[in-house]
């Protein structure tokens, strides 16, 4: 192997010396002699030598310096306009406008559409007509995007119930006039990606740091388990929809899943029927942070919970108003 091809595969392992001395079939007190020398032929920082461990993605730290990281994700999910909390979507705009995220992630249900479910409607819970959710929304949404480098709408179940509509009739298929891209579009908001359907999800990272996030599509307290079923093994799996945030990990054959579900930003006096009782497995509002380091393949996560009018990030406080 060339020192490049040493160094290349160390880094692939996050560091971890034994499992590259695992995979090029040699001793690893070899590798580590090898390792060290590719790196003083390189001129390459050698990374901390790291003991044998389980083949763990990380997640769950803070981050504590924008400049560490290579790569920032935000993910926000289910603010259910015009149900959301003002309060709340200040505080999320403030947080994006400080991180400027590489990658900004809705992550569904931004808009309720309520007024098209196919579940029984109470009047007194009717805020507003579908355009002005999509407007409100466009009104939120603006600042964070243009925060950011680039971002990508997974649209949720809410935001299917027009095209769930659309689509039983066919001589409707195909209007681009009634497609949720376009209609933000003509409403003002700025350039973004639109995901649809339910298998809709971002990718980033690699190895260690591979991270998929969707919008989600179980609902229950046990939401993370489900996930980690879907995507365990090795990779950080991100989703909202249950409005609960919650974590899990779960470790076999020496690997680990871990698996992370966000809260949400809707308003408690507003959000009627959707909020439970406090008493009764209540929801917790949030977002989710991903800082990605060593050329994408380690990722920390910072689930970001707000029960205040304050949240702190990256050492710094941040308040609404």
Not at 62 to 77: C, G, I, L, P, W
Not at 183 to 196: C, I, T, W, Y
Not at 256 to 279: E, F, K, Q, R
Request: net charge negative.
């Amino acid at each position: 192997m060339t020192p490049d091809e040493i160094i290349r595969l160390v880094n692939r392992h996050n560091g971890v010396i034994s499992y590259a001395a695992e995979e090029a079939g040699i001793p690893r007190t070899t590798m580590t002699d090898r390792y060290n020398a590719a790196c003083r032929m390189t001129g390459a920082i050698p990374r901390r030598v790291m003991p044998r461990r389980a083949d763990t993605p990380t997640g769950g730290g803070h981050n504590d310096s924008k400049e560490q990281a290579e790569h920032r994700t935000v993910f926000v999910s289910d603010p259910h306009i015009p149900y959301h909390s003002k309060t709340l979507t200040d505080l999320t705009t403030k947080v994006v406008e400080h991180v400027r995220p590489d990658l900004l992630v809705l992550g569904g249900d931004v808009i309720d559409a309520r007024q098209i479910s196919r579940f029984a409607q109470d009047p007194a819970h009717a805020l507003d007509r579908l355009q002005g959710e999509i407007d409100e929304a466009v009104e939120v949404l603006t600042p964070m995007i243009n925060a950011s480098k680039r971002t990508v709408y997974l649209v949720g179940n809410h935001e299917w119930r027009l095209p769930a509509i659309i689509n039983t009739v066919s001589g409707m298929f195909g209007l681009r006039v009634l497609e949720l891209p376009y209609l933000f579009q003509e409403a003002g908001l700025p350039p973004v990606e639109f995901r649809m359907g339910k298998a809709a999800k971002v990718v980033i990272g690699e190895g260690h740091g591979r991270c998929v996030m969707r919008h989600g599509t179980k609902y229950n307290i046990h939401v993370s388990w489900t996930v980690l079923q879907r995507e365990y093994p090795g990779c950080i799996s991100i989703q909202g929809h249950s409005h609960r945030p919650d974590f899990k990990s779960l470790h076999a054959d020496g690997r680990y899943g871990l698996a992370y579900v966000n809260g949400h930003l809707l308003d408690p006096l507003t959000g009627g029927d959707y909020l439970p009782d406090p008493g009764n497995d209540p929801w917790t509002p949030g977002i989710i942070i991903v800082d990605h380091y060593d050329n994408m393949t380690a990722a920390n996560v910072n689930q970001v919970i707000m029960t205040g009018d304050s949240v702190a990030v990256d050492g710094r406080v941040f308040r609404a108003g």
